[in-house]
């Protein structure tokens, strides 16, 4: 079993700054990847960023490529999401998860889930 807990949700105005925090636990040598994802007021569940747990592999969605970075401290089991330049159609809320597989951006190969932590955006 691997536990996930998301950290630094809150709520600010446009082109603004914040940084989730995702700590993870359990069987973390199980992991494949560790991925953010965020599921927005009447929308479906979106892929968001994500990285290799044992690595430096990352990747984005493009809409937050140039904006969005994600990094991880492993001595921590710690993984973060510095978000900047934060944009009202960010609101949502974010899920860290964690795969075993190498299929990142796809939410149903992810076995574990933290809570979720809310990000609200005001223009």
């Known amino acids: 079993q691997v536990q996930l807990v998301e950290s630094g949700g809150g709520s600010v105005q446009a082109g603004g700054s914040l940084r989730l925090s995702c700590t993870v636990s359990?069987?973390?040598?199980?992991?494949?990847?560790v991925t953010w994802f965020r599921r927005a007021p009447g929308k479906e569940r979106e892929f968001v960023a994500g990285t290799i747990w044992s690595g430096t592999t990352t990747w984005y969605t493009d809409s937050v490529r140039d904006r969005f970075t994600i990094t991880k401290d492993n001595s921590k089991n710690t993984m973060y999401l510095e978000m900047n330049s934060l944009k009202a159609d960010d609101t949502a809320i974010y899920y860290c998860?964690?795969?075993?597989?190498?299929?990142?951006?796809?939410?149903?190969?992810?076995?574990?889930w933290g809570h979720g932590t809310q990000v609200t955006v005001s223009s």
């Open positions: 998860a964690a795969t075993s597989t190498s299929l990142v951006r796809t939410p149903t190969t992810h076995a574990y």
């Open positions: 359990g069987r973390t040598d199980i992991i494949y990847a």
